[in-house]
């Protein structure tokens, strides 16, 4: 391949696989002798992963590559880099689809892709990630939003420490990609895609205009940061189709014991909520929230600016210092309750109601942040610290 080409990249993410099938065979019939690159990990349990390549004419290549230190993405590191390179050097092929398993979460494998090396080469030197593509049919989409099912249960598991549910992996796949191929669907399955991500193209499987869609390019920091819960910019409120999202932001702190105890109605009430929020006990913290099928997970997203020194400030994006300068609190500085519930019938009142009577009275409000450090600290067994 002449040096100022590079190969362009597309990533292929799905829980559904029929329709994750479909999104592929209509970017390879479109492409100029595209080729698929699949790493199959239903062997994932004996650390065993299935590599196979195929084009147009159907599977040419298979081998078997180890799944290293049960690290689906070292194993992807290892293998398909090279095999990338490789088929971007030999210049004759016009695209590369990359399927990903049905389980894996796109996030690390793009990051991989767009930030790795071969022999000191960087990737970006010889290909060109093009596109992030979820493949989702909604009628599916409400009903596996609303269970707690593990991967493991559906053999979708990525290595045999995976313990993310279905619902998480499918939310996380659909919010991390820019274009959603679907198949027909009802009203609210579709109304239910556009609230996760309302800035995802949306291409209708078998009309033939995924293959443009998909080479529309895909900026993997912008996507980084949609993703990280203390820069994202949450979904707006929203009722369609009979699915709505509710958007709940506060100022003052929350309790502790209150908000955890009111968990085991809040969680379950919305398919799909997350956001940031920050709790009395625990000042100087970010906390990340983010439940699907009634499944919750809690993450420390690292300190809130107001509880930096000014010097330290620069260590974070400039982004993130833009927004908080633009909406800052007199009293809490950055520190906010930024949490969205997307459900079909959700009780938006209800959920509002519950919310606000778990936030510090006036009266716990006086006793300032050394009072509040007082409270039980409720939320000790949820907290995952981000690596």
């Keep these: 391949m002449p040096e100022h080409l590079r190969l362009p990249v597309v990533v292929v993410t799905g829980l559904h696989r029929a329709e994750r099938r479909r999104a592929v065979q209509e970017l390879l019939d479109g492409a100029v002798n595209g080729v698929v690159l699949h790493h199959d990990l239903r062997d994932a349990g004996r650390s065993a992963v299935h590599r196979e390549l195929r084009d147009t004419g159907g599977v040419y290549d298979t081998s078997e590559v180890p799944l290293t230190n049960d690290c689906p993405c070292c194993a992807l590191r290892e293998d398909l880099l090279p095999e990338l390179v490789g088929i971007a050097e030999a210049g004759q092929h016009g695209l590369a689809i990359v399927e990903l398993w049905g389980g894996s979460d796109p996030h690390p494998v793009v990051e991989v892709i767009a930030g790795g090396e071969v022999d000191g080469r960087p990737m970006d030197e010889v290909i060109e990630l093009a596109g992030v593509v979820a493949a989702v049919d909604p009628d599916r989409l409400l009903g596996e939003l609303s269970v707690p099912d593990d991967l493991a249960e559906h053999g979708e598991h990525t290595a045999p420490g995976d313990t993310r549910t279905h619902a998480e992996a499918l939310a996380h796949q659909i919010e991390y990609a820019t274009t959603i191929a679907v198949a027909r669907g009802g009203e609210a399955g579709l109304s239910m895609l556009r609230q996760l991500h309302p800035n995802a193209r949306r291409v209708l499987l078998g009309t033939g205009e995924l293959l443009r869609a998909a080479l529309g390019g895909f900026d993997v920091p912008a996507a980084r940061d949609r993703v990280n819960p203390a820069l994202a910019l949450l979904p707006q409120e929203r009722d369609e189709g009979g699915v709505a999202t509710l958007v709940w932001e506060r100022r003052r702190p929350l309790h502790p014991g209150r908000l955890h105890d009111a968990l085991e109605l809040l969680v379950p009430a919305a398919q799909r909520s997350r956001g940031r929020f920050w709790l009395a006990n625990r000042p100087e913290l970010m906390l990340a929230w983010d439940a699907a099928g009634a499944s919750l997970a809690v993450e420390e997203c690292g300190p809130w600016l107001v509880s930096l020194p000014d010097a330290a400030w ?58 509040w450090k007082a409270f039980p600290d409720a939320f000790e067994d949820l907290l995952e610290p981000v690596s």
């Design 314 to 371: 620069d260590l974070y994006p400039p982004s993130r210092r833009a927004a908080v300068a633009l909406d800052w609190h007199p009293a809490h500085g950055d520190r906010v309750q930024q949490l969205v519930f997307i459900a079909e019938g959700l009780d938006t009142h209800g959920i509002v109601e519950l919310l606000d009577s778990c936030l510090l009275t006036d009266a716990e409000l006086m006793a300032g942040e050394q009072g």
